[in-house]
């Protein structure tokens, strides 16, 4: 504890050397040394260097940066004969973004550059709160974006995510998930962990990994973090996992040995080559590694021996047979310099900036002065302009201090002998334009090793014909198909609603269509017209028919003792009315439907004036045979003629006016049926379709009663019976056509329309002319003058 009395003991590194990190530091040293020995950056300059372990924790950090910016005695090494030995000009790093936050607050008052190689944090791209920080690696903020592009390329809207609780993993997953959420992909579980939290936290964040119905998972860690998660994983492994991963595990090949998340990928800094690195890693002779307490302990944790110490029971000392170059350690490894690569760039970055501060290029050649005094501030202000390229490397700065983001799209391959080695697959480039960003330019292989990209939805793509219905309580990604109703469609795959058809159309059976709707009218080629037709044509031939014989025999007593003249216009009338039902046939015209409705009025009050005539006639003559009777002068042929004219101009006047003000014509009508159409002839006037057809009515009922009158008159054979049959035939056809007419839907009104028209014409002609034509062809002794006065 403090006691704030004394100088506290100075913090210690606890656990072993980390390798990797081990390797970013000789890399700069390599750097600076390539650049001491340049004839062109800084001729006749050295640069010095310090190399301060901050053991990837904050305070330590804290510590070494306040070491720096006073210009205490180095802890590592530093080069010699230093002309400004008390001044650091820049500082590289840190590795990670928790200790590059509080080291950039500190040194951003006094305007000491900081170009880290490692640290991705979004955050640090404000430059209102980090004004000296730069970096040579992408930030998070373009991984985020890349991350989110990449599971919505292969189609996953339902994943699960972990992370560090760090800046960097709780920044990066922050800015990831608002990615995600723009391009519509749903988080299951976000889950947070750190190295020295307890292993309950670990395993709780493991059980989550295995019972998640997710699976692809999205990991913004550290390769620490990681490597303790999968530990975890691997004593109880979960189902198959998808494995999406940021650049600062995806990369590191110690994590290759877990073999389950074979398949897995992610995005990488670009491969590089780096002339002579390896070279300069593997030249530790004894006496360098002697001299270097951190080479030293690397050196005794690679080969597991002692240098120069008295060894313990369970190990050795080294006696100079290692061989660093057989040794398999991320340290020796080159194969892969990503990161190292980034190191590299970051202490170009520095040394071009001092360049431009110190030397001026005449005549194509560099001078520098090595005694010019260089402030911090200058070489902030350079820093912000520089722009080279390094073995065809380019290093810029953006006004938040990001270089361009590109990364490799990094694939978790299984080779033939069934190890696991990392494949760069493609290539991601922020500055393209939005969906040609990616290149992917070789096969993937996913979890398990398969060739298939798994399917992690939250609920299966609705085809077209549905649409989405969000499940209660749960992500937007999660929904139920339902079918769209009545009338409507969708045509695309998880349409979110569904939209009706135009009216004239329809939604075919799948409901992903407009389909025209089906016209329907009565035609002449479906069966009932086809029946309704021959009917009229029937009637019409036997209205024909009959007026031949009657005009055969004309002569006879049956015709002569009924009217022949009212007779033959009857049936003349009537063959018009067996005809005019044709017009209701076919396809709805201006022309049809004005026809069809006044040939009708007109041609069946013509035929009810006849009927009347003929009533009128049988009653006139029974009168006038009473004594001193002289009726039938007021009612002989010219006034029968005049009645039915007058009865029949009546209709004539009313069907004119109707044409006149409101005639029918033809509608499309949509409202009957929804998925068809019905072409029909709207009457224009409702009032004067139902005049006319009342006109009719009552016609028919006054000479419904005059038959009633005359029907018990005595004679042999009466007419007066018979037009009694036809007309009670007539107006119960047409009582009944009323509710019928009304309540039948389509077409069939139509039907009906024809229907009566057929029925009370054929009751008319069987009930006045059938027991005639009987008796002229059948039974002719009885169509004698002396039969038909017969009065028994």
């Not at 840190?94 to 979004?122: D, H, K, N, Q």
């Not at 393209?432 to 060739?451: A, C, Q, V, Y």
């Not at 009959?546 to 009857?570: G, Q, W, Y």
């Not at 009751?763 to 005639?772: D, E, T």
Request: glycine share 6%.
């Amino acid at each position: 504890m403090y006691n704030y009395t004394t100088m506290p003991e100075p913090e210690k590194c606890t656990g072993s050397i980390d390798s990797r990190q081990l390797r970013f530091a000789r890399a700069m040293v390599f750097t600076i040394e390539e650049i001491n020995n340049s004839t062109e950056l800084l001729p006749g300059i050295k640069l010095g260097y310090q190399i301060h372990d901050s053991c990837s924790t904050v305070p330590l950090a804290m510590h070494v940066t306040f070491q720096l910016s006073n210009g205490l005695d180095p802890v590592f090494y530093s080069g010699d004969n230093c002309s400004q030995s008390g001044m650091v000009m820049a500082i590289v790093g840190e590795s990670a973004s928790t200790p590059s936050i509080s080291m950039s607050r500190i040194i951003g008052s006094f305007s000491i550059p900081l170009v880290s190689y490692f640290a991705t944090c979004a955050c640090l791209s404000d430059k209102q709160q980090y004004p000296s920080f730069f970096r040579t690696i992408p930030s998070d903020q373009f991984q985020a974006d890349a991350l989110a592009k990449l599971v919505k390329h292969f189609g996953w809207t339902w994943i699960g995510a972990v992370r560090s609780d760090t800046d960097y993993g709780n920044n990066g997953m922050s800015s990831f998930l608002d990615a995600a959420q723009k391009e519509g992909i749903c988080v299951e579980y976000s889950e947070s962990f750190y190295r020295t939290h307890p292993r309950s936290r670990i395993q709780r964040v493991a059980d989550v990994i295995r019972r998640s119905t997710a699976v692809v998972i999205v990991a913004f860690t550290t390769s620490a973090e990681l490597r303790l998660l999968l530990e975890e994983l691997s004593n109880e492994p979960s189902p198959p996992r998808q494995w999406i991963g940021s650049e600062a595990w995806v990369t590191n090949q110690d994590l290759l040995k877990f073999s389950f998340c074979a398949g897995a990928i992610g995005f990488g800094i670009q491969k590089s080559v780096i002339p002579g690195l390896r070279e300069f890693l593997l030249d530790l002779s004894p006496s360098k590694v002697a001299a270097s307490p951190v080479l030293t302990e690397f050196w005794e944790d690679a080969f597991n021996c002692r240098l120069g110490k008295i060894a313990a029971r369970d190990e050795s000392v080294c006696d100079g047979t290692e061989d660093i170059q057989t040794l398999q350690d991320p340290y020796t490894d080159t194969s892969q310099l990503r990161i190292t690569n980034m190191v590299y760039k970051a202490v170009y970055a520095i040394a071009h900036a001092i360049h431009n501060a110190v030397c001026q290029d005449i005549n194509s050649t560099a001078q520098c002065n090595k005694f010019t005094r260089v402030e911090f501030k200058q070489v902030l202000t350079l820093l912000k302009k520089v722009n080279f390229s390094q073995n065809g490397y380019d290093v810029s700065f953006d006004a938040n201090g990001d270089p361009v983001a590109t990364y490799e799209l990094i694939n978790w391959q299984k080779s033939e002998s069934g190890s696991i080695e990392m494949v760069t697959v493609g290539l991601y480039d922020s500055s393209l334009p939005d969906g040609r960003e990616f290149l992917i330019n070789k096969n993937l292989t996913w979890m398990d090793g398969g060739t298939h990209v798994p399917v992690s939805v939250c609920s299966d793509s609705c085809p077209p014909g549905t649409r989405r219905v969000l499940q209660k309580g749960k992500p937007i990604c999660c929904y139920d198909c339902i079918p769209c109703p009545e009338g409507e469609i969708s045509n695309t795959t998880d349409s979110p609603d569904c939209f009706p058809c135009l009216k004239e159309f329809w939604p075919n059976t799948k409901r992903d269509t407009c389909w025209p709707k089906p016209v329907e009218f009565l035609s002449f080629d479906e069966v009932l017209g086809i029946v309704l037709a021959a009917f009229s044509v029937a009637g019409a031939c036997l209205a024909i028919t009959t007026a031949a014989v009657f005009f055969h025999h004309r002569t006879s007593p049956i015709v002569r003792a009924n009217n022949s003249e009212l007779s033959f216009l009857l049936l003349f009338s009537l063959t018009l009315c067996f005809l005019c039902s044709l017009t209701f046939i076919g396809v709805p015209s201006d022309w049809s439907c004005r026809l069809r409705h006044t040939a009708f009025g007109i041609t069946f009050v013509l035929c009810i004036s006849c009927v009347l005539g003929k009533t009128i006639v049988v009653l006139m003559a029974f009168r006038a045979t009473l004594p001193g009777s002289n009726v039938m002068k007021w009612f002989g042929p010219p006034q029968q003629r005049m009645t039915v004219v007058s009865f029949t101009f009546i209709q004539v006047l009313i069907c004119t006016i109707w044409l006149g003000l409101r005639p029918p014509f033809p509608i499309e009508n949509l409202t009957i049926y929804k998925e068809r159409i019905i072409l029909e002839c709207a009457l224009g006037s409702a009032i004067g379709f139902w005049v006319v057809l009342g006109y009719i009515g009552l016609l028919a009922v006054f000479c419904l009663v005059l038959a009633v009158l005359a029907r018990k008159l005595p004679d042999n054979f009466n007419e007066a019976k018979m037009i009694t049959f036809s007309m009670l035939i007539f107006c119960a056809v047409w009582i009944t056509f009323i509710p019928a007419y009304v309540s039948s839907p389509g077409k069939f009104t139509v039907a009906v329309e024809i229907f009566a028209i057929l029925a009370s014409s054929f009751g008319l002609i069987m009930c006045i002319f059938a027991p005639k034509c009987y008796i002229i062809l059948l039974k002719p002794e009885k169509n004698t003058k002396k039969h038909l006065m017969n009065k028994n």
